[in-house]
């Protein structure tokens, strides 16, 4: 007799992130910093003041979830819309339908997911039926609002960043799932605590990854009579990654990046690699890394090769592009180009002292010399007055006082001899040797 699935039961036919997507703020898992109780979007929502708005951020932090909730809370009739399907024909459907709607006081929400998708007289079609309140638009995107939406569209909406999903974030949606009734609830499921870890890290903040690996792994489980035990080896084939030690507390992942970078900074090539692949292998978000690298581009190389901020920016993005695995590749080119670079600290110093001298001395105003004058009144308190342009001269120098006075003559910077921070050095030294020459007569 054939074993029964338990995806045979119709309830289990759509997919898990499905079935246990949040219908309330109550139950909807991150974004604290703008649901939280007092926060601005929480309190728009409670108040039922809803604006035109854009959601930004990485897949699965619960961009469409959070419009389906909104709707709901608002009791507006919710449209998803599809920036990759619908055309211009169907946004004036729509639009019609939403302003005959609102004739007798209903309020429309339209959801466009991936609204960076939509060219710009696809996105020029809504400003219309969004000025005369037809409509609430919520549009979702994954690219900078700034670049992939209009101007004048995005001038009329509210931006709200999502960030990605904590693995803590990620780990409660697990265990909401497991004991839900829309979930696993009403099943016996036996998995344990490392193995939810283990989904966690692997789903680097994207809960709809997570969720979907969970029923992958639930589906391939073990079956008992009632009970499905989901053991570590399934779990392993299913992230196709070995299951390394990467602390739930967080300990670990700081041991690690640690790790990496002092091994960097030693100039220990092979060391640094091994820590990279430790990270990767554990589930380690590869944007992270990445982060971290232009970090330390400039904190441990410096000018000593400026070109290492070029190519680790360069990693970043393509890391974001095409993601793991494959990115596992791009990470490893950087940390090897920056643990054979030539090192120095000296811009990180500098800052430092500066910084220091920022926060600790009294706020003097801006020399008059260095102001801009651009109305009368200005020129006539002296705003610019006397300003020497540098290109003006054959050395394109000038012994104009560009500090504070009460800082003149301090120092931050101090460059190093390391790579090509050694030819720094030389121009430096030229324009101190300059100023020693000529500031006698500005006194």
Not at 160 to 170: E, G, I, N, R, Y
Not at 299 to 324: K, L, P
Request: hydrophobic share 40%; aromatic share 8%; net charge neutral.
């Amino acid at each position: 007799m054939e074993q029964e699935s338990l995806f045979d039961n119709p309830a289990f036919s759509r997919p898990l992130a499905e079935r246990v997507r949040p219908q309330s703020l109550e139950e909807f898992v991150g974004q604290q910093k703008l649901l939280g109780e007092g926060k601005v979007l929480r309190k728009l929502i409670d108040q039922d003041e809803v604006p035109s708005m854009i959601f930004w951020g990485p897949p699965g932090v619960g961009k469409t979830t959070l419009a389906r909730i909104i709707a709901r809370k608002t009791q507006a009739n919710f449209i998803n819309f599809s920036a990759v399907t619908s055309g211009i024909k169907d946004i004036k459907k729509v639009m019609n339908e939403a302003e005959k709607n609102r004739t007798f006081g209903s309020k429309t929400i339209l959801f466009v997911d991936e609204i960076h998708r939509f060219n710009k007289a696809q996105q020029d079609a809504f400003l219309p039926f969004v000025e005369k309140g037809s409509i609430t638009l919520i549009g979702a995107t994954t690219e900078n609002p700034s670049f992939e939406v209009n101007a004048a569209l995005l001038s009329r909406c509210k931006v709200f960043v999502l960030q990605p999903l904590t693995q803590a974030d990620v780990r409660r949606l697990l265990q909401n799932a497991l004991h839900d009734s829309r979930g696993f609830g009403e099943e016996k499921i036996s998995i344990r605590p490392q193995a939810l870890d283990m989904i966690s890290g692997f789903a680097n903040g994207d809960a709809r990854v997570a969720l979907n690996t969970l029923e992958m792994a639930v589906m391939n489980g073990t079956r008992d009579h009632d009970r499905i035990t989901v053991d570590q080896e399934t779990l392993e084939q299913i992230t196709s990654q070995k299951s390394l030690l990467y602390d739930k507390k967080g300990e670990e992942h700081y041991n690690l990046i640690s790790a990496l970078h002092k091994s960097m900074r030693n100039s220990d090539v092979d060391a640094a690699l091994y820590w990279l692949a430790r990270m990767l292998e554990a589930g380690e978000n590869p944007l992270y890394v990445a982060r971290r690298l232009i970090r330390f581009a400039s904190e441990d190389v410096g000018m000593a090769d400026s070109r290492a901020v070029e190519i680790t920016v360069a990693v970043y993005q393509a890391c974001h592009f095409i993601g793991m695995p494959e990115c596992s590749v791009h990470l490893a080119h950087a940390v090897t180009y920056l643990s054979l670079a030539p090192k120095s600290n000296a811009i990180y110093a500098a800052y430092e002292s500066a910084k220091a001298d920022a926060r600790n001395s009294i706020d003097e105003p801006v020399p008059l010399v260095l102001r801009n004058a651009p109305t009368k009144l200005m020129k006539e308190l002296h705003y610019g007055a006397d300003y020497q342009y540098a290109h003006d001269s054959e050395d394109k120098l000038t012994n104009m006082q560009t500090m504070p006075s009460n800082l003149t003559g301090r120092r931050y910077y101090y460059p190093t001899t390391q790579g090509s921070e050694a030819k720094v050095g030389q121009r430096l030294k030229q324009i101190q040797d300059w100023h020693q020459k000529h500031d006698a007569d500005r006194d």
